[in-house]
């Protein structure tokens, strides 16, 4: 009589992990692999097949529940759409997802499949997985990330970015003024202008990522068709959650400046939201703007990062701030290159004032080798500060420095 072996029978897709006793003769390695699978891609396939070699090969699908818990937004594919793709490539004995929750998920699907080894890729390697092979004796097996032969490298993460048309914003003078505590002093505008996602936008660099983040948790992929003031009222609301813990309000100068297209200022009187929007899609004034300002990467705001330590907020500064701003429309208005480029750095000098700890160790040394730059005229630091970005006015295209990135200003919803 030959030795038993739990092997799965044919049945429709569900999310049953019910098995069949069926006789064999032959023991294989059994091989257990897990992930999302939401975008499936090539580089999963290859991870797949590299993972087949060791034996029959399981995989654990983490379920529409978990994914959203985990990252916070909800799949492009339902659990069982992903099941059924999965199940359908060749590598794979069986398929399901897992009943588990959290980061060990499948859990619950190892106690069913009793694999020989667990397969990971290098970015999905953790000392959480090596301990419970050692404690359940299996193999633990980490493979190097490569493409198919012949093909183009692939991640999940990268496909979703170039999928995604959420814009990001970058304010350009009187930003600070959309805080309460700074407008009480003085009334004024804030500038903002929204651009497309041409290039990759780094997380904690001044972009706005946090209020961007918080709309893809709703709409992962585009803003709604909608008016952008209305947008603009929602995105705050939901990323200011009134039960939220740490105190902190959000400016709206981030949810405006994402949603409302073109270049925005919005006039702030000691409140949390707007008197008055005004913001313009003039395509000859926004191919202006373009035309003269990039964005040049630093590092990343670093973690412990307090800008508002040390503040020292006084009518003088937040006048001058208001003021910075004022002459900085004026000048986009007239295209005057050299009057936007001393408002600029005026705005930013007002800031600094106010709130010296933008300027973190590192970020004076970028600033003094582009200032120093041929047909670079002025130069700040987008929202907050503290790292990420140095945005620079420039003479012309042909003045942006070697590696600085230009912009794309969005032009409508």
Not at 188 to 200: D, H, K, M, R, V
Not at 257 to 263: A, K, N, S, T, Y
Not at 326 to 343: E, I, P, R, T, Y
């Amino acid at each position: 009589m030959g030795r038993m072996l739990y092997l799965c029978s044919p049945k429709p897709i569900d999310n049953s992990l019910d098995l069949t006793i069926v006789a064999t003769t032959d023991k294989k390695r059994k091989v257990f692999v897990s992930g999302c699978y939401d975008l499936l891609h090539s580089g999963h396939v290859e991870f797949f097949r590299q993972a087949s070699q060791y034996g029959d090969l399981y995989v654990g699908i983490g379920s529409d529940k978990t994914i959203e818990h985990l990252k916070g937004h909800k799949t492009m594919y339902s659990e069982q759409e992903r099941l059924f793709m999965v199940r359908a490539i060749r590598y794979v004995k069986e398929a399901y997802i897992n009943q588990g929750d959290g980061y060990l998920d499948f859990l619950p699907t190892l106690d069913i499949v009793r694999p020989d080894c667990l397969v990971v890729n290098e970015d999905g390697d953790r000392e959480e997985k090596r301990r419970l092979c050692r404690e359940r004796g299996m193999e633990y097996i980490v493979l190097k990330r490569v493409p198919g032969e012949g093909l183009q490298a692939r991640s999940s993460t990268g496909l979703k970015q170039s999928m995604s048309q959420l814009p990001t914003r970058l304010d350009l003078a009187g930003t600070w003024i959309d805080q309460p505590y700074v407008s009480c002093h003085a009334p004024g505008w804030a500038l903002t202008i929204s651009l497309e996602p041409t290039f990759e936008i780094r997380e904690r660099c001044g972009l706005s990522t946090s209020t961007r983040n918080t709309i893809r948790r709703v709409w992962p992929y585009q803003l709604p068709d909608m008016d952008p003031e209305m947008l603009a009222r929602l995105v705050f609301c939901l990323e200011n959650d009134p039960e939220r813990s740490d105190g902190i309000v959000s400016g709206a100068q981030d949810a405006i400046g994402i949603c409302v297209p073109g270049l925005a200022r919005h006039y702030y009187n000691g409140s949390y939201w707007p008197e008055k929007i005004e913001y313009t899609c003039d395509p000859a004034l926004l191919q202006w703007l373009e035309d003269h300002l990039c964005l040049i990467p630093m590092f990343p705001r670093r973690p412990g990062c307090s800008v508002v330590e040390g503040k020292d907020i006084t009518l003088a500064k937040v006048k001058a701030l208001a003021a910075a701003a004022d002459s900085c429309w004026n000048a986009v208005q007239n295209h005057d290159l050299d009057g936007f480029a001393a408002a600029y750095r005026d705005s930013f000098e007002a800031q600094v004032a106010m709130f010296p700890a933008m300027i973190q160790p590192g970020v004076q040394d970028y600033i003094d080798r582009y200032r120093a730059m041929d047909g670079v005229m002025a130069w700040k630091m987008p929202g907050a500060g503290g790292g990420g970005y140095l945005a620079l006015v420039c003479r012309g295209r042909d003045s942006f420095p070697e590696g600085a990135i230009p912009l794309t200003i969005r032009r409508s919803m």
